[in-house]
């Protein structure tokens, strides 16, 4: 069963969070490159450029990134050199990038292999770009924080404050038109798809954006506006305009949002990989509560 | 009335699918876009370069969607021959995209003539690659086929994934934002609007998107979610977000979506292009039902 | 208090709309600009080909934009050329440009300077092209202006028809997926969040998309459909489907929308810079009506 | 006899270096580039966009040679704006570069048309970049003059120091490997073939690069060092090294270059384009004095 | 002997200009791609760009060719385009190609591989698009033509006009700064250096170049003028200029050049390629005459 | 008298090729550079990207070389990553870099600035790049160097092997044409204008090209071939053939070159450089022995 092998390869994956995890995540994803070159011959030199001719996962990111997000004004060669350098001198990035195409690759049943999430999901890479303008906000060089948010929204339809904290493992799906405002916090493990705002409210400069516990699950197009908080393992339905506080393992839906119940053993797809149940399935599951 | 001259043109158009209908619409393009390079010399050298240097349909839009869709790393001449390719050996796809160019001209009013659609149209050039992507995915070429759809998403904001399997005379308006999921079917004469969703629940792996049939609308924004089935000729209201099959020519609004009235003799718009009523009339329509 | 520096700049600024203001602004982001260069060497080439290297705010604005909306097709020296002559001869347009870079500097509680917004924001950038697609469309030079709104369609993700008649003042605040139609009309000091659509409805070819009184306020994923009027100061909350009237300074939300209350003396956020609330507030001041 | 009519276009030009002649080569110029266009679509779009869509000479050229000359780190329309502005500023360019124009199509035997001078004649474009950065240079715009100086060097193989000053009605024939110092000066209607040097010696910093008179042809290869003069007229033999004054219309050949007889009535072949020799003819007519 | 390893691959070459030596030839340049791109993965992106994503030379030759023409008012897709059209449709062309690989990779010491030569030869791919050009101007495209000239004579400082003949198996060995007039011919198997002039005289629009004999070797800097014969098998001394008929199998040096002694039995390079000697060896040969 | 202030700058220079020097140079250079951004706002943004915004020479230098020696095959990216490597493994590299800046610098009466050579010679940058191809060579990764040895040659038209050993303290002075042998040696503080060729001669696969000794001098054009030892300080004239030995101190001119005379005491320009005589002077020098 080919698929099977995609999703249960072997060896196992070493233990989660590891610098095993790091590499082994790494040689999967040349071994990927390595195949998909071989079969398909239009496509090798871009897998080559991207991924086969770098030494190191951060290299070939930051390589991809930096060709991604250039402009005329500002050149891919300025953009690799700023990634690399920020990537190199902070692992928990990379322990970042890692934990999110393991979040892809389980969690995405559209996602066939981490190469491909590495190179394909805007999502994925506009998260890895924020997460690298996050570190120069918090280092004090805003304008350059702020061109590369500029880039990101450009280029991948994807609009986060580079204030904005991000945890681990977090899957945006799809991902074209998401924003996320300056004083919003993202969890760990967090399954964001396309359209979704964490939008402000409120009076000029206070914390205004909501809070997103881990494990969260947000729907297609949810709006969720103010200083609210998502509590752990919540589920947002798709199209919901959410402005209260939601529970933990509750789910919300509707516009406004009201709370449609909670479960009080939700399934913990973000730790069981390998039997990982798909991520948009949360909402047939309480469609039965609506309709 | 120079609007009148543009929908009805004269003679008359041939036979719809015929090859003399493809060779119509190709001297069409060509004798609008002269028209507009001997009146614009700033846009002359474009319309030169994208059409009037080319000698057939498919060479123009491989032309086009090559120096659209290409990056630093997957060269125009590259995708220009992938595309050419593709097209040259398949027939069905440019019948299609003859299809979808009527469909624009005569369903949207914004669409002044078919060289406007060919060339600024992104969802109806997303629409030609992902037929290309999806070709490639039957090939079992799946890496290229998922690294086009990446493109198209960058590039276009539409993200459509290759498996997904695509009718003919399709209008994706505006299209910004539109997401479909890898088992999602979208039959004939279809019209899309921005910010669509036809996205996926249930377990992994499995059918899990809408199928959409003929002559369905579905409204700005509209979600549309799991393996249901959209009726023939049905419509969904903006903003929607549906999680039930709805019957054939009845609509869908609200939510989550309920159905709001069928109609037994629905304004065939794909059959009358000269007296084609507007697409998004329907919601003024319906409208009444619903306040 | 750094913070405050930024928002109550001294000497205040001169009168709104003079050519003093037109000034004043330049020369703000010209030292706006010479500061983040030498503090952000990384930055200082792009600060100045941008800013730094042009004699006024047209030129710089002009060069900004032709190089983010050319592609391999349209060179970037044809639209600059095109970009600078238009705004050379309306003087208006760069009037209305100033007034937008005040409306998002002031109404816009993350925009920390004049040239964050000129250099970063894609609302306003995409508003600019639009004017000058407007006033190519209103000489006639339709197949320019067309080609220009789906360069910015694909550039920014926001679709803005070249007829559509837009005020000053206009902050379009994230601005991806914002899709406004032929007809439509605009005010002055209206403030639109991403995601939002001014779509049409009804019969081929009349006027059929809404009318936005001044001092508007449309929160995010509103759709508002047909030739509705919006009156002047209502406000229309997030993820609204608007198919009916909507009388000035009253609020309308969910979908269908409903009013949900008039307010007599609405905050004239836009006349009181200094002190001004943040725009994204209203959601949370209407939604004690709504819960 | 269709070479004929290329040589003595009707009407006949007006008078040398007035007005109309400017006007009267452009209008030739569009002219060809039209007739071109329509016989040729696979050019259409490169005659269109450096020629057809400019309302002058000088904005055709600036366009032109900002794309030829640009690099990713000197822009297109940085470049484009820094020529216009110049050609503007300061019409003895302009009318530099129409006599350069007649002087390449009157004596170049393998120039056919204007327009192909002006776009393809790299000798034609270095000089026309070079008066440019002469221009700045005596502005005291040094490091610009010296960056565009190298640009030039770079892009066609033509080194000549900014700060050399030239005539007008110059043939640099071919052109690669030019060479011309920084205190050379180059009279009117001189013709110099390629692979020329006009270098330097003698002590540091003074006045050491040669003077070229009038009317001075100087054959392939052919290596004039230091500050000596080349009278009114004078020829230099192909790979001749000349280290000695040249009288007025005299003959130098051999390396060293040795002086092989005057004319006492040379064809003054700038005047008579009509019957115009070729100007690579005196070769030949001197060879029989030497073997 | 791993050099001999290159100089006499096993199995041998199949016979001279046969179909089965362009498929050898082509066998070979991917054997040598694969090689180069396993040992070196920093190339791997360009070689299989280049090379191996190609079923064809002649597609792989358009695709190189076209992207190292291209401009920015001259699209890499156009030039593929016309390249792989042209090379389609005149067997000869990709005969003469296979010709001059051979020519290279067993005439020149420093060659060490068919792809070597392919990618890197700028003489070599200058000529190959040079006969382009001159399939161009006899179909009577002439301003392609010049066009082509143009862009190769910028991007290869190697200007060749597009009328001038040229055989099979040639080598232009560094190629910089050579120069070959309208109505020159050169016959097969001819090696010409660096700097080298096939230049005119005499009237305007007559035979005024060169005829090079086939076998002729022509050294570095040499200039030749005029309407005069080098015959079979001669000779041109580095840095000579030739005002007269060089007799078959003669060597010519000096400048003026001299005629310095024949051969009755040249060294046939071109035939006995395993055992070939150095081109550039002649020089050494004769030199014992001259000093 | 500013250009003194130029020739000796205060404080005097650190020990030639100590660790300071580097400092010392890298210091003049920003401050060059920065002086110029002021002065030159049009320049101002090429200055920050190509020097201002780097942090040590060896950045800014291998920024420099990947955007000019890039292509779309060969992105940038790869090209300043492979440079950037290399110079921070090999500290001579940078040590010769130094050395050719001040060659330039005090030997060139026409190199204003450090900045002006860093930036705008071909030959400096030419040479650079051949070191680094010259240090891949030596690492067996020969296809990699044959890629970068092309590339130097389309873009600055200097074609050295990079198999060729290089000094330090070399001048390139123009260097359009320069072409080098694979097993060519140059010593230290050579000069060679532009032309120069150190060519091939004798049987296949030998050491066949000229070996330069400290100090030698080659003159525009020169022609230097085979396996024959130009001696320390030796001279070579414009234009000359050379086939013999020329011994140290002595001075060689004409085609074929002869031997015109030594010096017992040459003046040691490489180390005078406060008081360094011009380059080029020797040619009036030896002018008198030659006519």
């Given amino acids: 069963m080919p698929a099977g092998e995609f999703r249960h390869p072997s060896p196992p994956p070493p233990r989660p969070g590891s610098e095993e995890e790091e590499e082994w995540v790494w040689g999967r994803i040349k071994t990927e490159a390595r195949r998909d070159a071989e079969a398909e011959p239009a496509l090798a030199s871009y897998l080559y450029s991207t991924i086969l001719s770098h030494s190191s996962l951060e290299r070939s990111l930051s390589f991809h990134l930096g060709n991604k997000l250039c402009s005329s004004t500002l050149l891919s060669t300025l953009l690799y050199d700023l990634f690399l350098n920020i990537f190199t001198t902070d692992p928990n990035l990379l322990s970042a990038t890692v934990a999110d195409l393991l979040a892809a690759r389980y969690r995405d049943p559209a996602c066939v292999s981490f190469s491909h999430c590495l190179l394909n999901y805007k999502g994925f890479l506009a998260c890895q770009a924020q997460r690298v303008a996050h570190k120069l906000w918090t280092q004090s060089r805003k304008p350059l924080a702020l061109a590369l948010q500029s880039r990101i929204s450009d280029v991948f339809a994807v609009d986060i404050h580079p204030a904005a904290k991000i945890g681990k493992g977090i899957l945006f799906d799809h991902a074209t038109g998401v924003v996320v405002g300056e004083t919003a916090v993202i969890g760990n493990n967090v399954s964001i798809l396309h359209h979704v705002t964490l939008g402000g409210t409120g009076k000029f400069g206070g914390d205004r954006h909501p809070k997103i516990g881990d494990g969260v ?57 390998g039997e990982s149940m798909d991520h948009t399935s949360f909402i047939s599951e309480w469609s039965g509560y609506i309709i």
């Fill in 217 to 273: 699950l947000i729907g297609v197009g949810a709006t969720i506006l103010g200083n609210i908080k998502i509590g752990e393992g919540a589920k947002i339905g798709a199209g919901s305009v959410v402005l209260i506080d939601v529970p933990p393992r509750t789910t919300a839906v509707g516009n406004p949002a009201r709370l449609v119940g909670g479960k009080e053993q939700p399934t913990k797809h973000e730790e069981v990989p």
